[in-house]
């Protein structure tokens, strides 16, 4: 949501703000998905487990489907990419969840971050440790 705000100003067309939401949404979708997708949890899992894990990844894979988080409780629902994108740009257009700011922070507080390590490292606040 957030990055959606910091950037949407500065995007000129609207079909480019659409795509925008896409890549967005699919960013976010690959993310979670990234950690139903950590291998290195594979080698604790029993061959039986393993082999359920590896069946549900080829059909993710086959028929174009996303592994998302639930908003509520600890589980995770698989959905449609098409649903999923769809849903996501409902979302995005809400403009009661949603506003353009009149200026990007983003770039101004970063500056400001760097310029406050910078006065404390000189100052031997912390090290390079």
Known sequence: ENLFI???PFIE???H???FKICLANG???FV???FHDRRTDRNF???THDLISSIRVKVEKFDLVVVKADKGNTVVILK???YVTKMLNILSDETKFKKVDRETT???LKRFQSFLRYHYKRGVFTDE
Do not use: P
């Open 81 to 83: 990419r098409t649903e």
């Open 6 to 8: 910091q950037v949407a």
């Open 13 to 15: 067309s609207q079909n």
């Open 17 to 19: 703000l659409t795509k």
């Open 33 to 35: 998905s990234s950690f």
């Open 107 to 109: 770039l101004d507080r």
């Open 28 to 30: 976010y979708s690959n």
């Open 46 to 48: 029993s061959k039986e």
